[in-house]
């Protein structure tokens, strides 16, 4: 059983930055694409960023220049640096791990990052 935990949620204000990570149980990290997901009561769970195992990324427009989603295999970890955060980007950040040829698709339970304004 795969398993995802997330880190480095919190309450910063306006402006600030926080950094995400996720760690991963699974030896086959390197294989897998990576991304972090945001969810605010009421709304779908949206992407906000997403790397593959070739190292391409995206990003949600509302992030882009302001998010950067990084990985690294050796410690089978995922990163989601957030700076200029704004009181929008209040939300529960999930992780997410998948491998389509593999059947895999794996969340985490998140972690919530609230932005004060």
């Known amino acids: 059983q795969v398993q995802l935990v997330e880190s480095g949620g919190g309450l910063v204000q306006a402006g600030g930055s926080l950094r995400l990570s996720c760690l991963a149980s699974?030896?086959?990290?390197?294989?897998?694409?990576m991304g972090w997901y945001r969810q605010t009561p009421g709304k779908q769970r949206e992407l906000v960023a997403a790397?593959?195992?070739?190292?391409?990324?995206n990003y949600a427009d509302s992030v882009k220049g302001r998010f950067t989603i990084s990985r690294d295999n050796s410690k089978t970890t995922v990163y989601l640096q957030m700076n200029s955060l704004k009181p929008e980007d209040t939300a529960v950040y999930y992780c997410?791990?998948?491998?389509?040829?593999?059947?895999?698709?794996?969340w985490g339970k998140g972690t919530l990052v609230t932005v004060s304004s």
């Open positions: 699974i030896s086959i990290f390197s294989i897998t694409t």
């Open positions: 997410n791990l998948r491998n389509a040829r593999l059947g895999m698709d794996y």
């Open positions: 790397i593959t195992a070739g190292g391409s990324t």
